[in-house]
């Protein structure tokens, strides 16, 4: 007979970077919440790269951040470098990444999670789901106790099922040794849920003091950093001094080194004794973090590739080796090392290896992460086919919104594509679905222009304070940064200058002296011109803050191709606009495609722009289903 501890609004099962986000969220919205780990020292762990952010990825911590999240927080107080990456093209694609300390980052996330009302943390294995009627009502545990819960999200990362592989070698494993959770895999299938298998892989890591940096190019963090939560002093409004987030945080470098012709040559020679080469690990692999094999193997003539050496920590004694992810077997990962400038010497603490692991297809999700067969079971994470900290956050925190909106009769919060990052990545997961892990890509952004880092704040704060995530003062702040934004973008459009008074200047920036009477605003949409370098013929501008002057920039001097997005986006709110009640019965609609049929049936779109999207129904298929629904408000 199992034991029923006690009854929460939430149970959350995992406190990886999904699980702390839900768990967080609900229990910030008021919910009682139980968040279980299968080993509390885990919490926030990060199995892999110890890094946060990079082009996307960096855009999804602003945004999870500007609804009140806590990875932008936590990396802002733990990283060891910082960098604004793509500073040479333009603003859509430029983003922030972090090296994190990430032990430090799994500490910060622990003391959040132990510290905030309301959430409890536990570790605990769940094996099962308690469902009564359709409706979850509980968790069970492999020692015997039960949880009652309104409302169940599961985050379990690459646990479910996992089998570890390094070489020849394989057994049942999560990630770094950790147990897998295998008993929970079976329990959803056994309740319907059809699941899929991943794969992903990890380098290995060496031990510090045994890696000849002097054979290696040194790379170092930007001096002017920026963090990424708008609540960090980079980042106040207010602040209108030169403000770095210098003070906390001496910077760790990265070494650049390469593979070689010899390294190549080796993984030739043992290819057969790989897991994905020898059949052993058929389960599809993340297309764009590949391992060492699939470099060498899919682009025989390139005679090198990029290695990259980061720390993992301040005080930790490993070094990650970003590029050399890899389940070859151990002896050949040494023999791999001893052919890389700088690691000739080097000692692994912590071999390579690759993790198969179930996951669940996401496209029987809504597009509030609430599974379409059990209410109140909620999925959010690397569970959901997604490769990534980040990704996994964001659906988190979508996931935690919406458990709490769902216990108070509230329709759920749901991100279009046009809004933010975060509507791109849960659209593409429920809409398409997944072949592969999805990594988010800023090509994976129609709207990209409108998703800027610098902005999340504008496009998310306001809902994140609805839901009840965010405080009066944060929401204040944003407007205030928003107001300032405007004002100063108004006042560069009125304030006028007659060349007598700018040509000099405009000269020694090598561009065109000015003929007529020009706005500040038309001067800083020519390329050589930036705010900074108006200032000397603009004595009258208020003390800005960093924040705000990049954001005036960037609105100024990309206006005309803003403008045009925004069209595009009026164009695609109106097929969004098109709702399309939740229990049609495509079965009975005359002349859609049998792939039509099936697909609308599974993905259940709710508007006609989701159903646009599905991949297999055409639009011929669309036309059917807009006259049908014509006649049906008709009839209605
Ligand atoms: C080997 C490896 C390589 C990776 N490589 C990459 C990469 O190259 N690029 C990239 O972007 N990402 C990579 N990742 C993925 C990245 O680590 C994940 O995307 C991210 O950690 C997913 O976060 P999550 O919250 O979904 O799951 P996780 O961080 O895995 O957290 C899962 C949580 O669920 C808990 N849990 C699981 N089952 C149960 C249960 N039954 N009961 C109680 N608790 C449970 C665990 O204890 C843990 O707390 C890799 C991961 C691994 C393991």
Known sequence: MRYREADYDV???????????????AARM???VLVLTINLDSAGAMPCNPAIGGPAKGHLVREIDALGGEMGRAIDDTYVQMRLLNTGKGPAVQSLRAQADKREYGHR??????????????????????????RVTGVSTKTGVCYGADVVIITAGVYLQGRVFTGEYGYESGPNGLTPA???????????LEMGRFMTGTPPRVSRSTVDTSRMQRQDGDRERQGFSFMSPSNNPDEVGEVSEEVAHEQL??????????THRIVQENIGRTPMYDGTMEAAGPRYCPCLEDKVMQFPDRTSHPVFLEPEGRDVQEMYIQGLSTSLPEDVQVRVLRT???????????????IEYDYVDPTQLYASLESKKISGLFFAGQVNGTSGYEEAAAQGIMAGINAGLLLRDREPLVLDRSQAYIGVLIDDLVTTGVDEPYRMLTSRAEYRLLLRGDNADFRLTELGHEV?????????????????????????NET?????????????????PLSEVSSLAQLLRRPEVSYETLAPVDPHRPQLARSVRDSVEIEIKYEGYIGKQKEQVRRYRRSERTRIPHDVDYAVIPGLSREAREKLQRVMPRSLGQAMRIPGVSPSDISVLMVWLERDRGRT
């Open 109 to 134: 996330i622990l003391r959040a999670l132990m510290q905030q009302p309301r959430l409890r943390l536990k570790q605990a294995m769940a094996d099962g789901l308690i469902v009564e009627d359709g």
């Open 11 to 25: 149970v959350v099962i995992g406190a990886g970077h999904a699980g702390t986000e839900a768990g967080l969220a």
């Open 496 to 512: 006028r200058v007659r060349g007598d008074d700018v040509n000099t200047h405009l000269e020694n920036l090598g561009t065109s």
């Open 468 to 492: 009840g995530l965010v405080s009066d003062g944060r929401y204040a702040r944003a407007r205030r940064r928003r107001r300032l934004v405007e004002e100063e973008i108004d006042r560069l």
């Open 340 to 354: 890389i400038a700088g690691l000739e010497k080097a000692e692994i603490v912590r071999p390579g290896y690759g």
């Open 30 to 32: 008021g919910m009682e």
């Open 182 to 192: 295998t008993d929970l895999s079976v329990d959803l299938v056994e309740h319907g």
């Open 253 to 262: 470098p990265c070494w650049l080194t390469h593979t070689s012709a010899d």
